[in-house]
């Protein structure tokens, strides 16, 4: 097809397709149904300086700052400056954000950890990338030249004289299919499947991030994944997300004894910056004894004169169903793999190291978090840098059209059924993965446990099954970027962020830059 292939129908595929439109015609692939991505499940809000050009500069300065020395100054700006625009866009498109009074009044601004000062737009109080879902795929729905392709498995990219043209992929019946065109954007999101632990959504296996590498693209500062500081604790739930947008109302944070403890960590206290905060959790819930595990609580009970049901009726129902109550109970939270930070490497248009390969949002990495995402900044990501990729890919235009010689020469595969053992085998593979990823790549790390990680993912890839089943692509990729973190986590021997070494507890000035790695290699490099 003479066109451009989108894969991820998040925020930033979908802002991205809009565009694409105007100039040529785009397939738009998804892993689940549309609507199922981790942008449905951001709750905290977006991060917007609506206020001028102060509120803008004090936007810049939070990000820099909970960047912790590593944010590339130049994307961070492009982030704040062209954040009003895109957010405008919503609002002409029919996003519903949350309005102070009756609903007719100004757009409510809420406050979150290490922001200045309130900025923070909501929907439905808690459910504010499902808003912005909706109205998104409202709007492409109304482009005829946006076809969309539901529940499709990324393989791997299509390389022709080193550059990519499309997609392998698989069918919700692990049927073989292949996506052409003149370039791929990749707005596949994140990858927090790899730690047993994680807030986000089983469509989360990092695949764009995976097949890019294995493409021969740049990723960078693999080694920053950040924790969101209060998931829900119960034993036998999901690790669901308990919105920041909780301690920018109000709520504490207690320890076993029901002391607060997070003024001893940090002058913001309850509002420190992400990786600040999850940690001095995890420090709390550590028991006296090796393996002890003491619980830490939310707390919302001092409260008064707001109805918290109402502000947040997502998180309320949830809590509900392990009988819960904000304005009641003590909630029992721990960190819980969140947002990667790092990515496939792209400049500030979206271009990969890699011709006809571009990515954008959570996939890649322009060093606009530095080593720790200020919150709420995900969603204005996924909207600035979506839209800059999709301009630079009109501009580059259109490459001639695939003979249909050439496309009858790709390889295919045959359609797979796998047995039971076969897909126990992969589900225990997948399994232990994620074990070892939360114990020796997780919140704390050291040189001993990265170590032994890395010998296990190099005795596990002998392991891997054939990508022919949607499991067993997952697998892979999985694996992929466990290497890839594990990699960068060794060759970072400092803490910065998020990542912390036990055995390299302080900063080193040496290493305030961000990480590369390509082939294997990791080296550290400047973003210019």
Aim: hydrophobic share 40%; aromatic share 4%.
């Amino acid at each position: 097809m003479r066109g451009w292939t989108v894969v991820g129908g998040g925020i930033t595929g979908l802002r991205a397709a809009l565009t694409l439109a105007k100039a040529a015609d785009v397939t738009l692939i998804t892993k689940e149904g549309a609507s199922e991505s981790n942008t449905h499940y951001a709750q905290g809000g977006i991060a917007v300086a609506m206020g001028g050009v102060q509120d803008v500069e004090l936007h810049g300065q939070d990000t820099i700052q909970a960047g912790d020395g590593l944010v590339f100054e130049k994307a961070a700006r492009l982030l704040v400056e062209e954040g009003p625009v895109r957010v405008e866009e919503l609002l002409a498109w029919g996003t519903h954000f949350d309005r102070e009074g009756s609903g007719r009044g100004e757009l409510m601004r809420t406050r979150e950890g290490a922001h200045s000062l309130p900025r923070i737009l909501h929907a439905n109080g808690d459910a504010t990338g499902r808003e912005i879902g909706r109205a998104l795929l409202e709007r492409v729905g109304q482009e005829p030249r946006i076809h969309l392709h539901e529940r499709v498995t990324m393989r791997h990219l299509v390389v022709r004289d080193g550059r990519v043209i499309g997609v392998h992929a698989l069918d919700d019946h692990n049927k073989p299919l292949m996506f052409l065109g003149s370039g791929v954007l990749l707005a596949s999101g994140g990858a927090g499947q790899v730690y047993s632990d994680t807030t986000n959504p089983g469509v989360a296996t990092g695949d764009g991030i995976a097949m890019a590498y294995r493409a021969g693209a740049e990723v960078s500062d693999m080694e920053f994944y950040q924790f969101h500081p209060t998931a829900l604790s119960v034993p036998g739930a999901p690790r669901f997300l308990l919105s920041e947008a909780l301690r920018g109302e109000g709520a504490l944070l207690r320890n076993h004894r029901g002391e607060r403890f997070m003024e001893r960590y940090h002058p913001m206290a309850e509002l420190a910056p992400r990786d600040v905060v999850a940690r001095a959790i995890m420090r709390e819930g550590m028991g006296e004894r090796p393996g002890e595990s003491l619980p830490v609580y939310l707390d919302m009970r001092h409260i008064t004169g707001k109805d918290l049901r109402a502000r947040f009726p997502g998180i309320s129902a949830r809590l509900a169903e392990y009988g819960f109550e904000l304005s009641r109970d003590l909630i029992p939270v721990r960190p819980a793999a969140h947002y990667l930070m790092g990515g496939v490497r792209t400049d500030l248009h979206g271009r990969t190291t890699v011709p006809g390969l571009f990515a954008a949002g959570e996939v890649a990495c322009t060093g606009v978090h530095g080593a720790n995402r200020l919150a709420s900044n995900s969603l204005l990501e996924g909207l600035v840098f979506g839209q800059r990729a999709a301009e630079a890919m009109v501009q580059e235009g259109l490459r001639d059209e695939l003979s249909i010689a050439e496309e009858k020469a790709a390889p295919t595969v045959q359609t797979v059924s796998v047995g039971e053992g076969e897909a126990s085998r992969v589900a225990a593979l997948r399994e232990r993965l994620r074990n070892l990823m939360w114990q020796h790549a997780g919140l704390l790390r050291d040189q001993a446990g990265l170590s032994a990680i890395q010998a296990e993912l190099h005795v596990m890839r002998r392991e891997l099954p054939a990508a022919t089943t949607r499991e067993n692509a997952e697998m892979c990729n999985l694996h992929t970027v466990a290497e890839l973190i594990v990699a960068s986590a060794l060759a970072r021997k400092e803490s910065r962020g998020a990542h912390a070494r036990t055995d390299f507890p302080q900063h080193d000035p040496g290493q305030a830059k961000h990480s590369r790695m390509v082939r294997g290699h990791v080296d550290f490099v400047e973003f210019t």
